[in-house]
């Protein structure tokens, strides 16, 4: 099974700073198959990321995803107020999927 | 743009099961990847396992192989997710989900899930 290490556990941020977010893989994932998730209490996740660095329609650009092999990241570039919340990478390139233990973004 | 509705919360006692279902509107269905993901009380997320409706087998997580069976019927756009032998560390919401890719031809399942239902609680407990 693919472990996914999140970091770090809890982020304490202001709204209009820069989030920068970090998902180890065990072993090495395609780029294709890298996805990361917004989670906000009493909802469902939301798709933010796939293929490391590609939006779904409608996700706006403040979010992007970078990196390859083992090592990938989520970057929110200026928070706004909706953005605090948890976030989850999951890969897809094996089976079982699997997903990293997440990231709070809390405000600071 | 496709929805995914899920049944109601479920209180169980130990060593029961539980179905919950699915229900896809405005869309193709039975052509995408429909996984099962829940999580926990103040946990992370779990893939249970998935099914493609347009060729029925079914995929599981090893955690839950033997305990789970998923299911899809394309002629009403369900999909379910039956779990036996409830225990306590089951309590969680059950999300189903749809996955990325459009499938033509038989392939895999694992994908990243751009639609997600509201979610089902399912509670075990004596």
């Known amino acids: 099974e693919i472990v996914l290490t999140q970091s770090p556990g809890t982020l304490s941020l202001s709204p209009g700073e820069r989030a920068t977010l970090s998902c180890r893989v065990s072993q090495t994932v395609s780029r294709s198959s890298l996805a990361w998730y917004q989670h906000k209490p009493g909802q469902a996740p939301r798709l933010l990321i796939y293929g490391t660095s590609k939006r779904p329609t409608g996700i706006p650009d403040r979010f992007s995803g970078s990196g390859s092999g083992t090592d990938f990241t989520l970057t929110i570039s200026r928070l706004e107020p909706e953005d605090f919340a948890v976030y989850y990478c999951?890969?897809?390139?094996?089976?079982?999927?699997?997903f990293g233990g997440g990231t709070k973004v809390e405000i600071k | 743009q496709m929805q995914l509705v899920q049944s109601g919360a479920e209180a169980k006692k130990p060593g029961s099961s539980v179905t919950v279902s699915c229900e896809a509107s405005?869309?193709?269905?039975?052509?995408?990847?429909i996984s099962w993901v829940r999580q926990a009380p103040g946990q992370g997320l779990e893939w249970m396992g998935g099914?493609?409706?347009?060729?029925?087998?079914?995929k599981y997580a090893q955690t839950f192989r033997g305990r789970i069976t998923i299911t899809a019927d394309k002629s009403t756009n369900i999909a379910s997710m039956e779990l036996r032998s409830l225990r306590s560390e089951d309590t969680a919401v059950y999300y189903c989900v749809r996955g990325l890719k459009y499938h033509y031809e038989v392939g895999d399942l694992e994908d990243a899930f751009d639609i997600w239902g509201q979610g089902t609680m399912v509670t075990v407990s004596s």
């Open positions: 099914i493609i409706p347009l060729f029925g087998t079914a």
């Open positions: 405005g869309g193709k269905f039975y052509s995408y990847a």
């Open positions: 999951q890969q897809y390139g094996g089976s079982p999927l699997t």
